[in-house]
């Protein structure tokens, strides 16, 4: 989530065009979906939140089974409905991803549902292929994509390369390439994030020293002994982005809200919190 991308399609199938969604009000039913959506993807991905490589292997051979599993039209999706996600879909509340529509192309036969599933869970499988720290993910969610690419499903592929707009992706080292105490800085932020090597700890890469006391210290700050509950944290984390009108890390902090329990009601303004 939270990857800028659009998808890649060369279809010449009008029932596979892309379309983008448009932005809208939040209501109490986007609302419940978006949050729906974001606790099925992170359960799905949060085996492989380990340092033991053995364990990151079984949980990718899982989601590589699982996808696949999908794209053959089983498994068992109870807790998910294509009805709740066409509707999010519509609306625009998917984080800037568009869709195709694949109701008639060559997986007709097989359940919408499952489709939608594997749809809802390429955008974070790519953020893995390109920014997480442990290449054995990397080139497993790499696999993943080009299993789904060549089932004839739409890809998504990243609009902006690196973590910064600002800096040349040729400029940055990739991961892996970095010296040993920053690679193992990039671990323990991405296991502390639940799976996210977020950009701005990448841009830090090129100054360990800082970087290590960074993230000791927002370590500290939101998940620290404390009297605050470490969703209130994130909910002031959330007002501090907004105050500064960085849309990236509102985003972020609103899923680190929800991944800490906080009720996704308050997501549509101070208006709805006590």
């Known amino acids: 989530m939270f990857v800028q ?52 292997e079984v949980a990718l051979d899982v989601i590589s089974k699982t996808v696949e599993n999908w794209l053959d039209g089983v498994g068992s999706p109870k807790h998910y409905r294509f009805a709740d996600r ?24 097989i359940s919408i549902e499952y ?36 089932r004839g499903l739409p890809v998504p592929y990243p609009l902006i390369h690196g973590p910064s707009a600002y800096i040349n992706a040729d400029e940055l ?23 996210r090597l977020d950009h701005v700890t990448q841009v830090m890469g090129y100054h360990p020293d800082y970087m290590d006391h960074f993230l000791r210290t927002q370590n500290f700050i939101l998940k620290g002994d ?19 009108q960085c849309s990236y890390l509102i985003a972020l902090q609103k899923q680190e809200f929800l991944v800490q329990g906080g009720n996704h009601t308050w997501l549509k303004g101070l208006d709805h919190i006590p």
């Open 5 to 56: 991308t659009e998808y890649s399609n060369k279809s010449n199938n009008n029932n596979n065009e892309l379309t983008r969604s448009s932005p809208c009000e939040p209501t109490t039913e986007n609302c419940d979906v978006i949050f729906k959506d974001f606790d099925v993807i992170t359960r799905f991905c949060m085996p492989i939140c380990s340092r033991d490589n053995e364990i990151r």
């Open 86 to 109: 066409r509707r999010v879909v519509a609306t625009g509340a998917v984080g800037g991803c568009a869709y195709a529509d694949i109701t008639d192309n060559l997986f007709s036969e």
């Open 115 to 150: 489709l939608d599933l594997v749809t809802l869970h390429l955008p974070i499988i790519l953020r893995l292929s390109l920014s997480c720290p442990f290449v054995n993910v990397r080139e497993k969610c790499e696999h993943i994509l080009d299993v789904v690419k060549r």
């Open 173 to 195: 080292p990739p991961l892996g390439n970095f010296n040993e105490k920053t690679q193992e800085l990039f671990i323990d932020a991405f296991l502390q994030n639940n799976n």
């Open 226 to 244: 404390g009297p605050l509950p470490f969703d209130y944290r994130h909910y002031i984390a959330i007002m501090a982005s907004g105050r500064h």
